[in-house]
């Protein structure tokens, strides 16, 4: 494994942990440094969005957490996520020639299964983000059996979509590699370029989707995103809502 910049300058590796994500807060708060990077082989406790179980089975998959320390305000943690994203979609493609794509906020998709997902988690202290924990599970060599039956319809692997089993070291590179890329273009404010990174890999924008949030469930189709990676939606009264957060499924 090949990995330049500050992410990736310490990597942990585990056979099996509860939660990547658990162990890279609990050394975020023990003053673990920027770039830290905590793999592990299985999770027991694997978790996505909204408190879900992330399937996690042993040796097939990546279950990754980086360590970031940003000089960014609480309302930027979204384009933590937008980047994160930015940064899988491209590695994915790049070192297995498969088409992966966005779902907004955190998913990544092929078609419309998905195939992994970005789970970010960040640390306050008098109003600022002390640290942040990038969370990223991708589907790279499980087979179908290794995911429960009422998971066929919504999930697949790299593996399944190419029929071609994959370096998951050289995928772990250059999603490593991109984040630091994408991740400095950030902090040079080059937010921009990076939103209309995302744009050219979503899968979002266009659809008729609705989303759930904790204010309620909206209906509408996705517009756009704006510069802090706010969805966009275009209800049918044409009145255009933001949403920070929420559960989005696309209607078909």
Same mark, same amino acid.
């Given at each position: ?22 162990? &890279? ?5 023990? *003053?673990?440094?920027? !770039? ?8 027991? +406790?694997?978790?996505?969005?909204? *408190? ?15 360590? #970031? =320390?940003? &000089? @960014? ?17 491209? &590695? ?5 020639? #498969? ?8 998913? #990544?998709?092929?078609?419309? +299964?998905?195939?992994? !997902? ?5 640390? @306050? ?6 640290? &942040? ?9 499980? *087979? ?34 991109? #984040? ?11 937010? @921009? ?13 266009? =659809?008729?989707? =609705?989303?759930?949030?904790?204010? *309620? ?20 009264? !044409?009145?255009?809502? +933001? ?8 209607? =078909?």
């Amino acid at each position: 494994m090949s990995v330049a910049g500050g992410v990736g300058r310490e990597i942990i590796y585990l056979e099996s942990i509860d939660s990547t994500n658990r162990l &890279a807060m609990d050394l975020g708060d023990k *003053g673990a440094v920027h !770039g830290t990077v905590v793999i592990a082989a299985a999770q027991t +406790k694997g978790r996505g969005r909204l *408190g879900r179980r992330w399937e996690s089975p042993a040796g097939v998959n990546i279950y990754m957490s980086v360590i #970031l =320390r940003p &000089a @960014l305000e609480p309302k930027d943690a979204t384009l933590l996520t937008i980047l994160s994203s930015v940064a899988c979609a491209r &590695a994915i493609r790049e070192r297995t020639g #498969l088409y992966a794509q966005i779902k907004w906020p955190n998913d #990544l998709m092929f078609g419309d +299964k998905k195939l992994g !997902g970005i789970l970010t988690e960040i640390r @306050l202290i008098s109003g600022k983000i002390l640290f &942040a924990v990038i969370g990223i599970g991708i589907n790279v060599n499980a *087979g179908r059996e290794d995911f429960p039956p009422e998971l066929s319809d919504t999930v697949t692997s790299v593996m399944i979509e190419t029929a071609v089993k994959q370096d998951m070291d050289k995928i772990i590179s250059s999603v490593l590699n991109n #984040l630091e890329g994408y991740y400095n273009d950030f902090l040079k404010k080059e937010s @921009l370029t990076l939103l209309d990174e995302w744009r050219s890999l979503n899968s979002t924008l266009g =659809r008729h989707v =609705r989303v759930a949030t904790g204010g *309620g469930t909206y209906l509408g189709v996705a517009h756009d995103i704006d510069d802090n990676g706010m969805l966009i939606l275009r209800m049918s009264s !044409g009145e255009l809502r +933001k949403i920070s957060a929420g559960d989005l499924n696309i209607l =078909r």
